[in-house]
């Protein structure tokens, strides 16, 4: 019975490749996306997979995705082994990417520009800098640093951690020199030097208007000038200075900031005792933190607040803002343009906010176990919703109205929109996957792995059932069913149209 089955199987897949795609549920299945223009194949339940995307420019939406032929240069390709590996290449943006038992390798490429990494510690990457220089970089995190680039020799550096190293744009700095590491290291971001002995314990700073240097945590001293930069637009831009000093840090500190601005700020810390900042717009005391009092009286946003063991307890009344919070059984903040609820945090958190021309909405339950997001644009009406309940389910709707969901869910909640967790592990779990465009009107609807799936467009329908065995296909020239991948049923055609008046 299996050999006759499979002998079917196959008869009808040959019988079927040149006239419409092969529906044998999860042991192999192909059809047209339903959320953009494309076809796709799987096969092995949820194991292989091969897609093929295309813009609506290449071929018009309500085109037949297997009749459509768009030129190759705008076809975005995929094909995935799930879990193991997955392979995407779009010639429209230039891009190739590939996972390998994602996240531990990966590879993207954008253009020129390329990265390899293996747990993010082991990478090789690449491409062309803004000048036109083109480089190559190797790291193994955080002993081994190399760049090199023909054309700009300037951008070259190596570094074996901890012995020596000089690193360019690397670690949130401009420029990184150590050797024997912590003895000495230099870091330079834009014009502020700082030469660290033994660190992080000493450094001595300077800078365009800027000189300190600190024995951590002993004593340290910052001053910086006002001066000028001219920016983008060629305008003459100011730039504040500042005194800064502290004495057995944190206990007990004294800064000057924004100085020259039109909001110079001052701030005294005697830690515990109290901390003070005056500025013209803001006040902040805290006494005996954190079992005291902080006031804010802020006049900018118009709003006086007391908080008592901070920020366990808040209250706040102005125009700017309003709050009640006894943390974490209850909390009501408002600002002009937003406002967030907690009760019994992080069991319910709510909070709505607005920012011309978007609205959004969100409502989450024990952090993402819940998650209930909406966003309008009030411009123009478009309305977004996500929704996910960990682990069951998560249901998408964008901007277009288009709409997605899946159930069984235990990553996509937490890491939400992911592309690579999509490709190559949801569908693993995902046993129910339906999708709706809006602007075509299409259906789609899959169970088990297509083992039951449904089709549907304004113009058609397809149903397959338990591998294929049972197939129904509706178009405007008629029906036609299949029982054991066999022609059956009565095809009916259409009623012919009245010709126009």
Same mark, same amino acid.
């Given at each position: 019975?299996?050999?006759?089955?499979?002998?079917?199987?196959?008869?009808?897949?040959?019988?079927?490749?040149?006239?419409?795609?092969?529906?044998?549920? +999860?042991? $192999?299945?192909?059809?047209?996306?339903?959320?953009?223009?494309?076809?796709?194949?799987?096969? #092995?339940?949820?194991?292989?997979?091969?897609?093929?995307?295309?813009?609506?420019?290449?071929?018009?939406?309500?085109?037949?995705?297997?009749?459509?032929?768009?030129?190759?240069?705008?076809?975005?390709? /995929?094909?995935?082994?799930?879990?193991?590996?997955?392979?995407?290449?779009?010639?429209?943006?230039?891009?190739?990417?590939?996972?390998?038992?994602?996240?531990?390798?990966?590879?993207?490429?954008?253009?020129?520009?390329?990265? !390899?990494?293996?747990?993010?510690?082991?990478?090789?990457?690449?491409?062309?800098?803004?000048?036109?220089?083109?480089?190559?970089? !190797?790291?193994?995190?955080?002993?081994?640093?190399?760049?090199?680039?023909?054309?700009?020799?300037?951008?070259?550096?190596?570094?074996?951690?901890?012995?020596?190293?000089?690193?360019?744009?690397?670690?949130?700095?401009?420029?990184?020199?150590?050797?024997?590491?912590?003895? $000495?290291?230099?870091?330079?971001?834009?014009?502020?030097?700082?030469?660290?002995? *033994?660190?992080? !314990?000493?450094?001595?700073?300077?800078?365009?208007? *800027?000189?300190?240097?600190?024995?951590?945590? +002993?004593?340290?001293?910052?001053?910086?000038?006002?001066?000028?930069?001219?920016?983008?637009?060629?305008?003459?831009?100011?730039?504040?200075?500042?005194?800064?000093?502290?004495?057995?840090?944190?206990? %007990?500190?004294?800064?000057?900031?924004? #100085?020259?601005?039109? /909001?110079?700020?001052?701030?005294?810390?005697?830690?515990?005792?109290?901390?003070?900042?005056?500025?013209?717009?803001?006040?902040?005391?805290?006494?005996?933190?954190?079992?005291?009092?902080?006031?804010?009286?802020?006049?900018?946003?118009?709003?006086?607040?007391?908080?008592?063991?901070?920020?366990?307890?808040?209250?706040?009344?102005?125009?700017?803002?309003?709050?009640?919070?006894?943390?974490?059984?209850?909390?009501?903040?408002?600002?002009?343009?937003?406002?967030?609820?907690?009760?019994?945090?992080?069991?319910?958190?709510?909070?709505?906010?607005?920012?011309?021309?978007?609205?959004?909405?969100?409502?989450?339950?024990?952090? !993402?176990?819940?998650?209930?997001?909406?966003?309008?644009?009030?411009?123009?009406?478009?309305?977004?919703?996500?929704?996910?309940?960990?682990?069951?389910?998560?249901?998408?709707?964008?901007?277009?109205?288009?709409?997605?969901?899946?159930?069984?869910?235990?990553?996509?909640?937490?890491?939400?929109?992911?592309?690579?967790?999509?490709?190559?592990?949801?569908?693993?779990?995902? #046993?129910?996957?339906?999708?709706?465009?809006?602007?075509?009107?299409?259906?789609?609807?899959?169970?088990?792995?297509?083992?039951?799936?449904?089709?549907?467009?304004?113009?058609?329908?397809?149903?397959?059932?338990?591998?294929?065995?049972?197939? $129904?296909?509706?178009?405007?020239?008629?029906?036609?069913?299949?029982?054991? %991948?066999?022609?059956?049923?009565?095809?009916?055609?259409?009623?012919?149209?009245?010709?126009?008046?």
């Amino acid at each position: 019975m299996r050999s006759l089955l499979l002998a079917a199987l196959c008869a009808s897949a040959a019988s079927q490749a040149a006239e419409a795609p092969v529906s044998a549920g +999860f042991l $192999y299945h192909q059809f047209g996306l339903t959320l953009a223009p494309g076809r796709r194949t799987e096969a #092995i339940g949820p194991l292989w997979a091969a897609q093929e995307t295309w813009s609506t420019n290449a071929v018009p939406a309500e085109t037949d995705p297997w009749e459509a032929t768009p030129p190759v240069t705008q076809i975005a390709r /995929n094909l995935t082994l799930a879990p193991l590996f997955s392979w995407t290449a779009d010639p429209q943006v230039e891009n190739v990417s590939w996972d390998l038992v994602y996240p531990i390798i990966t590879y993207d490429r954008f253009g020129g520009e390329y990265r !390899f990494q293996v747990f993010q510690l082991l990478s090789f990457s690449g491409g062309d800098t803004p000048a036109g220089a083109h480089g190559r970089g !190797f790291s193994l995190v955080p002993f081994l640093w190399f760049r090199r680039s023909a054309e700009d020799p300037s951008l070259n550096y190596s570094a074996v951690w901890p012995f020596y190293g000089h690193m360019q744009k690397r670690l949130f700095r401009d420029e990184i020199k150590f050797v024997a590491w912590p003895v $000495y290291a230099q870091t330079r971001k834009r014009d502020v030097v700082t030469d660290n002995y *033994l660190v992080p !314990f000493g450094h001595v700073r300077h800078g365009d208007g *800027l000189r300190g240097w600190q024995i951590w945590p +002993f004593y340290g001293t910052e001053h910086k000038d006002i001066t000028t930069r001219i920016d983008g637009f060629g305008d003459t831009q100011t730039i504040p200075g500042h005194d800064q000093r502290f004495v057995v840090w944190p206990f %007990y500190l004294a800064n000057d900031l924004e #100085i020259g601005s039109t /909001n110079p700020v001052t701030q005294r810390v005697l830690f515990p005792f109290y901390s003070l900042q005056r500025s013209p717009l803001k006040d902040r005391d805290t006494y005996l933190w954190p079992f005291g009092v902080t006031i804010v009286d802020d006049r900018e946003l118009k709003y006086h607040q007391t908080s008592v063991l901070w920020p366990i307890v808040t209250l706040a009344h102005g125009e700017g803002k309003q709050a009640t919070k006894i943390w974490p059984f209850y909390g009501d903040t408002r600002f002009a343009n937003a406002r967030s609820v907690l009760a019994l945090w992080p069991i319910y958190f709510q909070r709505d906010s607005l920012r011309e021309p978007l609205e959004e909405h969100s409502t989450r339950i024990v952090f !993402f176990v819940y998650t209930d997001i909406t966003r309008k644009n009030r411009d123009t009406g478009q309305v977004s919703r996500r929704s996910d309940f960990w682990p069951l389910f998560i249901a998408r709707r964008d901007m277009d109205g288009n709409e997605r969901f899946q159930l069984l869910a235990p990553l996509e909640p937490v890491l939400s929109d992911n592309p690579s967790i999509n490709r190559l592990y949801s569908p693993i779990w995902s #046993i129910w996957r339906s999708a709706r465009n809006a602007k075509t009107g299409a259906v789609s609807r899959s169970f088990l792995w297509n083992l039951y799936r449904y089709d549907a467009t304004p113009k058609s329908k397809k149903c397959s059932l338990l591998f294929g065995l049972i197939q $129904y296909h509706s178009t405007p020239e008629g029906k036609r069913w299949r029982f054991l %991948y066999l022609p059956s049923g009565k095809r009916q055609a259409s009623a012919p149209q009245p010709p126009p008046q």
